[in-house]
């Protein structure tokens, strides 16, 4: 029931109003039919409120006069003066119908729609419109409701809430005392709740819940309406679901038509159609109407149907302080529908402004002066004051007449970087990320009772509200009664879980013990597919994991992660044992350790996942994983020395022993022959250099690793410090030191420096759009006794499917075949979007799959210059991509290949 809740928990909060005198009413068309939702402003004191689904309105306000005004989209508003004493005033409103002309002058020579005119303007002035509030406190009043239409039968006998206190909470089990109830087509919920709410640029946020009363089930109360808040149609994503019209790129997915004009007060409203290019789950479409010579939105009436079903949402703007238009009225309704499940929801808010503050460093545009008299009263227009070249490039831009697309996205960088540079400088430069939203429930919030509710509900109740505020009421009076009675009556006692059977469920499927105060003991159970593996070196591998750790007060902790296994056919005991002692939290100071016996990749660990190998092994008889045997032991210390600056020493030992098939196994083909546990590489083949083969050896080396992140962000929990990525690259630098023994019949020891340098980053480029990149580079200093466990690896994945979703791999050649001990060159480039080719097509343009085209280079002594490009979906189904790549060696055409991706990770 969660997912019913999080609709309504969206845009804002609230405090008790001052109690007073009343206005209400109810608010119609010409027809006599109400207005669900319309908007009652208040002037004065900058507040509003709704209407019910009904048209009725009630707003309680001090005595004295007012103007207030009633609007509602696509009816013209109503201004009423207002003079409040001691009675209530009854005050039936009738919106008359808005009609839009199309003005002669928005006839253009060009043929243009004026539409597109209009639109590059509002684009290229939205970051200026998203940045013009430093600090905003305001306190509404939300009301939202719900209508259960339909409930599958097979899901209907599973559909029981259990109800207590001022909630109806979900079944759980349990033995509280609880009265169970079936929820079935026709039942309504409702809540409502004040709070109150403060804004802080850039990107703060604190809600005070104050009173809450709500017929939810319990789990609502876990949904954060934060997401929506911080949602700005100025935004170039509304709220991570879809792309806003208003968006950089709101030209390549978005056709806008002119509607018209209508004049209000001293203002002309522009009406512009909001058509998608294609059906999509990620795009709106709708209306929206724009304030001539502002540029600003004036109201939105916007819907996006998705995999829940269809949202509308609907606000209406209003110059609330200083020029500045702010939403004074949210509407959202949804008709949810999926899996056979239906249900209407909606809610309304009455929001009161009580202090705005303009961001008096970002200085507004020359051309964006206008009288406000009349409108909203104690409205002032800043100075203005031309600040810098950029603005005055600003002001250039927007004194023509028509913007090009150019022009455009030139005016929305300009302003975005205007908008930067107005913060201050302990914000600009702080590079720790914070809460951006705080939340505080007042004690008792969900306590207060009807005669509270009665006095400052400024949006009436409908019929289905009161009714599901009736059951809920009923159920809480049978358990009051009910608690009481059970007071009297002697209380059995909870019988113990049987101990055996404990046990055998700790031991089967794991289980965590606290000991004492920062004491844990964690087993990994015997019972997990994941522990179940298979090679024809070992055969069958099976065993389980512990961890033990301990955390004291100043956070400083020591680990240790035990694993062990038994591998059947070879008869050997695989086990390995790490640990590490981290302290000094804001350095990120660690030392560790590695040791163990273990049955090791050739391929360093980045070739086939092991599931994977096991599943074609047993199922299609192709050991792709070559292995050997490593008795290991390696020390390190890790630390950062500054922020985004990490540096990690280590040394290690190795005895490593060439390893052979020892399982023919397969519940298939048995008739086939396993391949030997040999990689199939140019430097291993016939007439090759024998120092390059594999062979027992002792092995030592020493191990420099440095990455640095300029400008790396960061955030704190439970004070200990979390990187959060950058908007520069991260480069990465290693030089290891190796000892091999290349004779062991002669004793004798090689020495060899390798360097191998690095540059890699991910970044969001646009609406759902992303590009990844990897550059590297390494070689050696001698290489002439390497053997073929110390060259350089790469990531090849020639099998059809993969279930770990690689940024750096190469999707054809064999296994191993690309690993080399020169020189090399290495390059993975990945752009990902929305919209490319397919999904320009009907059938798949409303999924929310993303398109993504791949390059990937490599250049060593046997693939000179060897090019992949590929193209893929992924997204499918959420968890799952397909693609085709082709294969190219010194640009001519060599192999192509099908790849299906499963991204568990």
Known sequence: MKFFIGIFLIIFVSVPFSHGQIIKGKITDKSGEPIKYSTIYIKELKQGTTSNTKGYYEIKLPSGQYTVIYQSLGFEPVYANIRLSENTITKDIILPVQYYEIPEVRVTASGEDPAYIIMRKVIGMAPYYLNNVSYYKADVYLKGNLLIRKIPKLVQKSMKVRSSGNTISASAGGKSKKEEKTIKEGDSFMMESFNEMEFTAPDKYFQKVISVNSTFPDQGNEISPMDFIEASFYQPVIADMAISPLSPAAFSHYNFKYLGASAQGNFMINKIQIIPKRKSQQLFEGTIYIIEDLWCL????????????????????????????????????????????????????????????????????????????????????????????????????????????????????????????????????????????????????????????????????????????????????????????????????????????????????????????????????????????????DGFVYGTDFRFSKTWKNKNSLSFYPDIRWAFSREQLIWRLSGNYSFGIMKQKQIFFRTGIESKDINNGVGINTLLNSATSLLLKKNYLKLYEAKHLALGYRTEISNGLDIELSAGYEDRRVLSNTSDFSFFRSSDEYSDNIPANDYLGSGSNPINALRNQEYFDFVTNVTYTPRQRYRRKNDIKIPEGSDWPTFSLTWKHGINEYSEMADKYNHFDMIKFGVSRQHNIGAFSKINWILRTGGYLNNTNLTFYDFFHFNSQPFPLLINDYQDAFMIPSFYSLSTPEIYGEAHFKYTSPYLFLKLLPVLSNTLMRENISLSYLGSRYHRNYTEIGYSISEIFFIGEAGVYFGFEDIKYKSVGVKFVLKFN
């Open 298 to 537: 004036h109201s939105v009436d916007l819907t996006n149907e998705n995999l829940m079903g269809k949202i509308r949402v609907q606000q209406l703007y209003i110059p609330v302080q200083d020029a500045i238009w702010m939403p004074v009225s949210h509407k959202f309704e949804v008709n949810l529908g999926i899996m056979g499940f239906k249900a209407d929801a909606g809610y309304g808010s009455s929001v009161k402004y009580i202090e705005v503050r303009p961001n008096t460093a970002l200085k507004r545009p020359e051309t964006i002066t206008t009288d406000y008299s009349g409108l909203s009263g104690n409205i002032t227009n800043p100075p203005y004051t031309v600040s810098s070249k950029d603005k005055q490039k600003i002001d250039k831009i927007l004194k023509k007449n028509e913007l090009s697309n150019r022009d455009m996205v030139k005016l929305a960088g300009l302003i975005e970087k205007e908008s930067k540079r107005t913060l201050p400088d302990s914000i600009r430069n702080n590079l720790e990320i914070k809460e951006k939203v705080t939340h505080v429930l007042e004690k008792d919030a969900d306590k207060k009772d009807s005669s509270y509710w009665a006095k400052i509900r400024p949006i009436p109740l409908s019929e289905v509200d009161i009714r599901s505020i009736r059951v809920r009421d009923s159920i809480k009076a049978r358990l009051s009664s009910a608690e009481t009675k059970s007071d009297t009556l002697p209380q059995a006692g909870n019988k113990k879980e049987n101990k055996f059977l404990r046990s055998v469920r700790n031991i089967g499927f794991g289980h965590s013990w606290n000991w004492k105060p920062g004491i844990k003991l964690t087993f990994g159970g015997l019972i997990d597919a994941e522990k179940l593996r298979f090679n024809t070196v």
